[in-house]
Nanobody, 120 residues
């Protein structure tokens, strides 16, 4: 089984910064892409940032220039550095990984989320 576990979410003041971590474990053959999503109260889950194995990136327009995703392939880990945080970005942040568990089988896997609260 594959598990993703997020950490690092907590309360921070508006304008502050935070770094989230995600570690993937289990039967992993190769990770194609890792990403971070968030879901604010009463809103749809949205992509924050993604980074694939070739270095290609995707980012939400609202976080460009403020948030950066990085990877440590040796540790099967990803990190999300968040700067200049805004109260409306209070949300549960989820780690996502698209990975192969064998040479033929792949899927998207999700962590259970970590709460990030930005105070006004």
């Amino acid at each position: 089984q594959v598990q993703l576990e997020e950490s690092g979410g907590h309360l921070v003041q508006a304008g502050g910064f935070l770094r989230l971590s995600c570690a993937a474990s289990g039967s992993i053959f190769i990770i194609v892409e890792m990403a971070w999503y968030r879901q604010a109260p009463g809103k749809q889950r949205e992509l924050v940032a993604a980074l694939n194995s070739d270095g290609g990136r995707r980012n939400a327009d609202l976080v460009k220039g403020r948030f950066t995703i990085t990877r440590d392939n040796a540790k099967n880990a990803s990190y999300l550095q968040m700067n200049s945080l805004k109260p409306e970005e209070t949300a549960v942040y989820y780690c996502n990984a698209r990975l192969y568990t064998s040479t033929t089988d792949w899927n998207d896997y999700w962590g259970r989320g970590t709460q990030v609260t930005i105070s006004s």
